[in-house]
């Protein structure tokens, strides 16, 4: 029996479909665009002006009509909603806050990674094998999930975190770091208590200890 | 079956048996006789296919971190990537351009998508239960996998209700897994 080679499928790096698909899914305009760029012969027998007058349908020419519409008005929705989520990607930022356990142990929460589509419990096992820590998973008060990881790697975190948001294209996201000192706090708070009580009077005004 | 498949549905990975890979070649060229030829292409003698198990008893079978079929009750039926590459191991069923919206939807397929003018079915008649890959009128690759849910001289003679369940279609949770 002769041998059956395998058939080589070129596949849309937008959609993933093979490209005769992408008039189907939401993405179609880039998907041509992308098509065009890099691989002009497939390009060619989809799109060619040739291509699109053979292209025969038993359709009928109304029912055709519908269905471009229908999808038209999808992938126009589509597009604008993916503009919407990319402004906000840009408008949010990363933090980074490094938390004093006691005199020599810091963990560090890194919380905004939610709109980023960056898969957290995959980061927070980098992140543990990478600083030979432990680092989890957890919900903030806000109930949304940031990641928590033992130890000082506040710097090492911010910049895999940058690499992770250059590889998307959203260089422009900040990356900011917070240093939240349990012990200042403490004795920011003991103080005014102290000078309450010695005064008898009005607190001072609360001070920012970042 | 896939349509809402996430990784989160994903429970266990393990490495299955050489005897047992050996017998799921086995039972994968019974189910497709054509495959016999290219079986070892898909599964190599000497690859480690990984088991694994899903929500709803589903498992998938992975070869080099690509899954190339998966098992629902005692069902082997291949990944479309599978089917894109040895598209004539497979028996198949086309529909009209104006089903493949509804297919690549999840829909379950009609007959009458099945027997219109754009549509096409064997000649020969498929027996119900039988795993089919999906064509579409003017394009050249399968958009789904499906089971029959009535014979095709049936889908021919009666003409209404689903013809063909749809199993796995491009762009539904498994073909979206990525390793
Ligand atoms: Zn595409």
Redesign the interface.
């Known amino acids: 029996m002769s041998e059956i080679l395998p058939k080589e499928v070129f596949y849309c790096g937008v959609c993933t479909f093979p490209p005769e698909y992408c008039e189907f899914g939401l993405s179609f305009k880039r998907c041509k665009q992308w098509l065009q760029e890099n691989n002009e012969a497939l390009f060619d027998s989809i799109y060619s002006d040739e291509a699109l007058a053979n292209a025969t349908s038993t359709l009928s020419v109304e029912k055709q009509a519908k269905i471009s519409k229908e999808l038209e008005k999808k992938q126009a929705k589509e597009e604008a909603k993916l503009e919407r989520e990319l402004q906000m990607k840009l408008a949010s930022k990363v933090i980074i806050k490094r938390i004093e356990r006691n005199k020599r142990k810091h963990v560090i929460e890194i919380s905004g990674l939610e709109v980023f589509n960056i898969d957290m419990k995959k980061l927070a096992k980098t992140f543990a094998s990478k600083f030979a820590t432990g680092a989890s998973v957890t919900k903030n008060a806000e109930k949304k999930d940031e990641i928590v990881v033992q130890g000082d790697v506040s710097d090492e975190a911010k910049a895999y975190i940058e690499k992770l948001l250059e590889e998307k294209g959203l260089n422009e996201v900040q990356v900011v770091q917070e240093d939240d000192k349990k012990g200042k706090k403490k004795a920011a708070l003991a103080a005014a208590a102290a000078a309450l009580s010695a005064t008898g009077g009005v607190p001072p005004p609360a001070q920012k200890t970042r | 079956m896939f349509k809402k498949f996430t990784k989160e549905d994903v429970h266990s990975r393990s490495n299955i048996k050489s005897s047992v890979q050996r017998g799921l070649k086995t039972k994968f060229v019974s189910q497709f006789e054509k495959l016999e030829?290219?079986i070892d292409?898909i599964i190599p003698k000497k690859s480690q296919a990984i088991l694994i198990k899903c929500e709803d008893r589903i498992q998938l079978y992975s070869i080099d971190e690509e899954v190339v079929l998966f098992q629902h009750f005692d069902d082997l039926i291949p990944t479309l990537k599978v089917v894109?590459?040895?598209?004539?191991?497979f028996p198949r069923v086309q529909v009209?351009?104006?089903a493949?919206?509804f297919v690549?939807s999840g829909a379950n397929i009609m007959c009458p998508g099945l027997t219109?003018?754009?549509a096409k079915l064997p000649e020969e008649n498929l027996p119900v239960d039988t795993y089919v890959t999906v064509y579409a009128?003017?394009?050249?690759?399968a958009?789904a996998i499906g089971k029959l849910l009535m014979s095709t001289d049936d889908i021919k003679s009666i003409n209404k209700n689903i013809g063909v369940e749809l199993v796995h279609y491009?762009?539904d949770g498994l073909?979206?897994l990525t390793e």
């Open positions: 030829p290219v292409d894109h590459k040895y598209p004539d191991c009209d351009r104006g493949i919206k690549l219109s003018a754009g009128e003017g394009k050249e690759n958009l491009l762009g073909w979206n």
